[in-house]
């Protein structure tokens, strides 16, 4: 076999990458925003859900393996992809062009909305040893905090906005270079669906956030002694 040239290493990063998108990234936004929108239906499902998932065995292995080492892969080559992108939607103004650099611009969004959600959830969870039972409290006083502002409010829909946005337009794409649709007719129809999809989570995502700021409750853990 010869050598691997660095077109081949190129297009594996590009095909990875997309991949990552769709699965572990995409799948667990959507079962996030899902499990987050309990909180509309009301707190104790909600609560209920936060302690089967930080009661898994492993889990902390689990978040490394499957979301955080996937997202940082996803995210490096994004920026690689932006950097080395030639933006033209100035002088070819077609639709596709202009997702193409909202794709770009979102993922940049959403890898700064991450690091606040994560520095102000996820970090001192583990920080303060929040784990099996005491984390539902936990971040629900975070939340309550979180949607107590307009600042707060902003910086997660915004995040919601962009996250949604780039998964939907994401799968989109990916579908098209892995050659899944082909075809104008069929492309511009999957185009559609996938947006229908993106406006299905923004609405879940949008309407915890207006949960949260109407009705913020404070918990206690839903198991004796384990505060």
């Known amino acids: ?18 991949l990552t998108g769709l699965v572990p990234i995409g799948l667990f936004l959507t079962i996030h925003l899902l499990v987050n929108s309990l909180r509309t239906v009301g707190v104790l499902p909600y609560q ?11 889990l902390f292995t689990i978040e490394v393996l499957f979301i955080y080492i996937p997202l940082l892969f996803h995210s490096i080559v994004g920026f690689y992809i932006t950097q080395v992108a030639k933006m033209n939607v100035l002088r070819y103004r077609y639709p596709r062009n202009w997702m193409y650099v909202l794709q770009r611009l979102t993922g940049a969004l959403v890898f700064v909305f991450l690091i606040y959600h994560m520095g102000t959830t996820v970090v001192p969870k583990l ?18 905090r979180e949607f107590a502002t307009w600042t707060g409010r902003i910086i997660y829909m915004i995040g919601i906005l962009s996250a949604t946005f780039h998964f939907a337009n994401g799968l989109w794409a990916f579908c098209i270079s892995w050659g899944i649709i082909v075809g104008p007719r069929a492309q511009r129809n999957a185009g559609i669906v996938f947006m229908l999809f993106g406006a299905v989570l ?26």
């Open 1 to 18: 076999m010869g050598n691997i040239t660095k077109g081949q290493v190129h297009f594996l990063l590009l095909k990875f990458h997309s």
């Open 48 to 58: 209920l859900s936060i302690d089967v998932i930080n009661n898994l065995p492993f």
């Open 127 to 144: 920080w303060y040893g929040h784990e099996l039972f005491e984390a539902a409290p936990f971040l629900i006083d975070v939340m309550n």
């Open 202 to 227: 923004t609405f879940l995502g949008l309407a915890t956030v207006l949960e949260f700021s109407l009705d913020p409750v404070n918990v206690k853990p839903t198991v004796m002694g384990a505060a």
